[in-house]
């Protein structure tokens, strides 16, 4: 009896520890996560542009660089999108189309994309700022990784094609500001 007790506890005692211990799946993101953050790719956990979700799932971007904004679009699975969305490409719906028609350069390398990537790819999503892969991360890093320069190609074929031009600031708008920094601070 004394046994059974001590064996119960030990029990207590240990389960917390393995609810702890990341599942075989933890360790495939988290592995797939780091090697592919480590190629320029940023990872974050957020609410998809889905209706009707609740949660966050992870959203992959390439970031455009400021001189170069990309378009705006959302392209949907039509497993998540409504009959009611412009059939695309290969399964997909735009949601949200560019306002002007990609060019060659860009659409070619989006529909090869669309071909390719998994099932549990949901959105892919171009804004300004970023180019952004909405997935559950089904696949492991060496398999991803596959898909790395397609992105690439697609990202600078998108850069600077945005929807409306981004303005920059007027000529000596930077001197005149710090002009008036300089009198704020009592230096003139």
Known sequence: MDWLIIVFILMLVIAPVMWLKPSPRQKRQQVLRSQIAKQGVSIKLEKPPLHHFRGTMPAYRW???????????????????????????????????????????????????????????????????????????????????????????????????????????????EQASSTVNDQDAGLS
Request: charged letters at 20%.
């Open 63 to 173: 970031h455009f660089s400021q001189e170069g904004p990309g378009p705006d679009f959302l392209l949907v699975r039509d497993s998540n999108a409504s009959e009611a969305l412009e059939p695309y490409y290969a399964g997909w719906r735009w949601r949200i189309a560019p306002l002007r028609p990609l060019p060659d350069n860009a659409a070619i390398p989006l529909k090869a994309l669309l071909e390719r990537l998994p099932q549990d790819a949901l959105v892919v999503q171009s804004t300004p700022y970023a180019l952004t892969l909405w997935w559950w991360e089904s696949q492991t890093a060496e398999r991803f990784a596959t898909y790395l320069p397609e992105f690439e190609q697609l990202r600078e074929a998108l850069s600077g094609r945005a929807d409306q031009p981004f303005s920059q600031p007027l000529k000596g708008t």
